[in-house]
């Protein structure tokens, strides 16, 4: 049996992730925590760090067409959320299976989310300091299983060596080249990556999710909001009130 994952930040190029360089790139060395500060509210300061810098929104880009690649088994669902930590959780049995793993778990992503060296020197030190799942390692719980882990990255990356990988587990990583996976997969888990995917593509990650060919639901144990207010006319609102008060301010 085999895992399909896919994490939003897929479709969504940043420099700090691999992506083609340019001349702002320090307006996406974003920090990142799965708290709604960060996938909802300071999206509005990033906003205006983009038109100030008089560049256009960042979007996402290539989803369309995805699911065509792959082979599902017969009544595979999807389930989904905001975070990929969740996919921790999912596991053969809660489709009904006997098998104690996945045979092979697939991930498609701009991060490898098998644990960095930054936090931890080693999968058995990770182990033994009860540090637990977060969205930058929940793929060691299926490595821990057993499973075969493979993680492909996003084409707009340009190399694997910017950023340079070095994950806990054994995984095997690639560039996506579009070449499906050799296997059927009996459940699809699809994150939204709110701290690191903007609520301007919340739209887009709708239809994402519509274009499945699977019913779907969503992950009730991740408590979120979808979609997320938007940024764009809160900036808006606030840049209007604050028009009004230099206006009043001015005639006094």
Same mark, same amino acid.
Request: aromatic share 14%; glycine share 8%; net charge negative.
């Given at each position: ?53 008089g560049i ?92 075969d882990?493979?993680v ?16 806990l ?14 296997? *059927?997969?009996?459940?699809?888990? @699809?994150? &939204?990556?709110?701290? %690191?995917?903007? #609520?301007?593509? +919340?739209? !887009? ?6 274009? *499945?060919?699977?019913?779907?639901? @969503?992950? &009730?144990?991740?408590? %979120?909001?979808? #979609?997320?207010? +938007?940024? !764009? ?6 840049? *209007? ?12």
């Amino acid at each position: 049996m085999n895992l399909l994952v896919v994490d939003w930040d897929f479709f969504f190029p940043t420099p700090a992730s691999g992506g083609p360089q340019g001349p702002h790139d320090e307006l996406f060395a974003w920090p990142v925590a799965e708290d709604e500060f960060h996938t909802e509210t300071v999206w509005e300061a990033r906003l205006r760090d983009f038109r100030a810098a008089g560049i256009d929104l960042p979007q996402v880009e290539g989803w369309q067409g995805f699911w065509d690649r792959f082979a599902f088994a017969p009544g595979t669902p999807l389930t989904y959320a905001d975070s990929n930590a969740w996919a921790a959780h999912l596991w053969p049995s809660d489709l009904g299976a006997d098998a104690p793993a996945w045979d092979s778990v697939h991930l498609y992503d701009a991060h490898h989310d098998a644990g960095y060296r930054t936090n931890h020197d080693s999968f058995d030190a990770w182990k033994e300091s009860g540090d637990g799942i977060r969205c930058e390692n929940w793929m060691l719980a299926h490595a821990w299983a057993g499973s075969d882990l493979h993680v492909h990255f996003p084409p707009w990356r340009e190399s694997l060596g910017r950023p340079p990988e070095s994950p806990l587990v054994p995984v095997t990583m690639t560039i996506d080249d579009g070449t499906p996976p050799p296997v *059927a997969f009996d459940l699809v888990f @699809v994150c &939204r990556s709110g701290a %690191w995917v903007p #609520p301007w593509a +919340d739209g !887009a990650f709708t239809e994402f999710l519509r274009s *499945a060919p699977m019913p779907r639901t @969503v992950f &009730r144990r991740n408590r %979120w909001a979808h #979609p997320r207010p +938007d940024p !764009a006319r809160m900036a808006n609102m606030k840049a *209007a009130l604050y028009r009004k008060v230099e206006e009043i301010t001015g005639d006094g």
